[in-house]
């Protein structure tokens, strides 16, 4: 599956990638200005829609009046539905809160709703999506590099439990997907890193050649230009979008994805979900952890890990348990405790992505708790 060039704006190539899910296929946009033209593309797929906008504080004020516009402009009538920013926004009480709003919008079964904003709006909007009236069709309008490259492709939706992070959902796929470079100039630099850390996994995983092709053009990437950028985020979405059409429910190839974050989870679960830890933040320790953990195992050299940690590390990333907040605080079988409830948890085994080297990383089941244990001993130790 390769990405093609259209001219959905007059004088500009945008990027397309087709997700491909038989009758669920749906296209991802590259582009600078697609927030602009959303009108134009939301009507060309669904002419008469009414389109409830969900979004956060933080993105409502800088893009939600450029895309009721464009919507106006396209004769398709919004309501927009404000919601706290942050990752307590993914919680059941919001959920059933936003169900509630949009049918008092009476949004119908072929309307839309519209995610504009990061993982957490994605994630929220496109669950509410997915069991509102038995399901309505959702757009994506990711607004941080993170949802651009990972969260708003693939139909992940949810909320988080006290148990776990995105405990609670279901698969749920977009009608389409609008990466609108544009919008990352507003992001905050610590979000975009996080969202950095995500691009990285694409290389990690199966790729070896994108992570040595970011090894040399991260300045450019973090400078936002178009180029690299538009590259970086197209090269992610193309393997994202493979991987889902050939495994959409996670029954095998696309467990890779999860490198790094079954020990990320854990992370993000003991700081509370909140600005301590960011996702990605959490998963760039949970990738060095991955490429540790193998490298203890003796399934990957060690100078694979030393690649890895010293990019994160040039990118401003961090690397190391001691680098999250409270980190003293944490033991060996606290982290065990809070992995168990990974949903990649098989009748009770725990499932890792470890890597063998730079390109390819694997789904292992053969680890024991005690291998694991000492390993976070160890860890543990140092920080
Ligand atoms: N973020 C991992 C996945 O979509 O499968």
């Known amino acids: 599956m390769s990405s093609q060039t259209i001219s959905p704006i007059p004088g500009q190539t945008t990027k ?57 402009s396209s004769n398709i009538p919004s309501e927009a539905i404000i919601l706290p920013p942050g990752e307590g926004t993914k919680s059941f009480n919001a959920l059933s809160s936003l169900v509630e709003t949009l049918l008092s919008h009476e949004i119908e079964r072929g309307d839309l709703v519209i995610a504009l904003g990061g993982g957490v709006i ?19 309008i990711p607004t941080s590099l993170l949802a651009q490259v990972d969260s708003s492709v693939g139909g992940k939706t949810g909320v988080n439990s006290n148990y776990g992070k995105n405990l609670i959902g279901a698969f749920h796929q977009p009608i389409l997907v609008l990466c609108d470079l ?14 950095y850390a995500e691009v990285v996994k694409y290389g990690l995983i199966k790729n070896e050649e994108f992570f040595t092709w970011l090894q040399t053009n991260r ?46 989870h854990a992370f993000e679960s003991l ?7 960011l ?12 490429f540790e953990f193998a490298d203890k195992l003796g399934i990957c050299k060690p ?19 001691e680098d999250i907040p409270g980190a003293q605080e944490f033991t060996s079988k606290m982290l065990i405790e809070k992995m168990r409830q990974d949903k990649k948890v098989e009748r009770g085994d725990m499932v890792f992505i470890l890597p063998h080297k730079i ?25």
Do not use: W
């Open 16 to 72: 397309k990638i087709e997700v491909a899910l038989g009758n669920r296929s749906y296209d991802i946009l590259i582009d600078s200005g697609l927030l602009q033209h959303a009108g134009t593309l939301i009507s060309q797929l669904r002419p008469d829609v009414k389109c409830s906008i969900v979004t956060d504080e933080n993105v409502a004020q800088h893009h939600l009046a450029p895309l009721q516009k464009a919507l106006s």
């Open 303 to 321: 100078s694979e890990t030393q690649k890895v940690t010293a990019h994160f590390k040039a990118a401003n990333l961090p690397t190391r348990i």
């Open 359 to 383: 390109g390819k990383a694997v789904v292992t089941r053969q680890i024991s708790e005690p291998t694991l244990h000492d390993f976070l001993e160890e860890k543990l130790a140092i920080s």
């Open 122 to 140: 994605g994630d929220l909007a496109g669950f509410a999506a997915s069991i509102l009236r038995r399901g309505v069709d959702f757009v994506q």
């Open 271 to 277: 700081t509370g979900y909140g600005d301590k830890l």
């Open 219 to 264: 300045n450019e990437i973090y400078a936002l230009d178009k180029q690299s950028l538009t590259h970086a985020i197209q090269t992610s979405c193309s393997m994202k979008a493979n991987i889902v059409a050939l495994d959409e429910k996670e029954h095998g190839v696309r467990a890779l994805l999860n490198l790094g974050h079954t020990f990320g």
């Open 279 to 290: 996702h990605g933040e959490a998963i760039s320790i949970g990738m060095v952890l991955a």
């Open 182 to 195: 544009d919008v990352l100039t507003t992001l905050e630099p610590r979000q975009f890193r996080a969202g």
